[in-house]
């Protein structure tokens, strides 16, 4: 089994105690990635698998494995698609690209003109898009539902560009134990925060997005009140191919054929 040189800096930069036993330490196993479709060492960074389990050959993370592992299981055609994917970034949005000639990535630039093109890519608020009705076989988000202030809308628009039988394909921090808890709301243009601010990384911004939702129970009624799909929940722990940690789920919300 082969791997590439050129991820040895990567990792070595990316880990706390850049060693062999630092490495060691943390953990390493051998597997298959979906996303590299090649035999990979899966080597954890950090404690929080979630964003620290990397494949050596990718650098992916197991959400964006799972996501992979889902289309190529529940819509192995996906490669013929038409796939709106917004706020791409990280190893599955480049084998997206790279594999699907159907495939529309998009960001939301708040100086931009929607439908316009912007720094290589199409601007499109998700929550007021200009794509006419039943445009794609797939909509794809990747960690994007906790940070939007009107996700009831973007629901909306998400079903509305989803042909009939097609599906919204995401993930999300599914807190499933709890209700869903609104960290933060926008009025009139102002942020009124309930709790103390959180933020992610963001592709396009260095400063990050704001967590809005925690996403609890309630998460499979608001879709469906918001957008009349039905949606289900695939858990799989496989560390054979690198997805395991917390929030590993990917959510499938399929519009009526």
Same mark, same amino acid.
């Given at each position: 089994m ?5 991820n ?12 062999l036993a630092?490495?060691?330490r ?5 597997g ?15 404690d ?7 494949c ?8 964006q ?16 698609y038409?796939?709106?994917?917004s ?23 708040t100086?931009a ?7 290589g890519f199409r ?8 794509f006419p ?12 539902l906790e ?6 809308k973007?629901?909306? /628009? ?6 009939? $039988?097609g599906?919204?394909? #995401?993930?999300? &921090?599914w =807190?499933?134990?709890?209700?869903? /808890?609104?960290r933060?709301k926008?009025?009139? $243009?102002?942020?009124?925060? #309930?709790?103390? &601010?959180? =933020? ?5 911004d ?7 939702t925690?996403w ?5 009624n608001f879709?469906?009140e918001?957008?009349?799909m ?5 858990d ?9 940690g917390?929030f590993?789920?990917?959510f ?6």
């Amino acid at each position: 089994m082969k791997y590439p040189l050129k991820n040895i800096s990567a990792f070595i930069l990316g880990l706390k105690n850049p060693s062999l036993a630092g490495v060691l330490r943390r953990g390493l196993h051998l597997g298959t990635c979906p996303i590299c479709e090649k035999g990979t060492i899966f080597i954890k960074f950090g404690d929080w698998l979630r964003d620290d389990l990397r494949c050596f050959r990718c650098l992916s993370i197991p959400r964006q494995r799972a996501i992979i592992h889902v289309l190529n299981t529940h819509f192995p055609q996906w490669r013929g698609y038409r796939i709106h994917e917004s706020s791409p970034g990280g190893a599955s949005s480049e084998k997206l690209a790279k594999d699907c000639r159907g495939y529309l990535p998009t960001h939301y630039y708040t100086d931009a003109l929607p439908g316009t093109i912007t720094k290589g890519f199409r601007c499109e608020d998700l929550e007021n898009q200009t794509f006419p009705d039943n445009t794609f076989d797939l909509v794809i988000t990747q960690d994007v539902l906790e940070h939007l202030f009107d996700p009831a809308k973007a629901l909306e /628009e998400i079903a509305r560009t989803i042909k009939p $039988g097609g599906a919204h394909v #995401f993930t999300v &921090p599914w =807190y499933s134990w709890k209700a869903t /808890e609104r960290r933060a709301k926008k009025t009139n $243009g102002e942020i009124c925060h #309930f709790l103390e &601010p959180e =933020y992610h990384g963001n592709p396009i911004d260095l400063d990050g997005s704001l967590v809005v939702t925690e996403w609890g129970r309630e998460l499979y009624n608001f879709i469906f009140e918001n957008s009349g799909m039905t949606t289900t929940a695939i858990d799989e722990m496989n560390p054979r191919l690198g997805i395991e940690g917390e929030f590993r789920e990917v959510f499938i919300s399929r519009k009526r054929g």
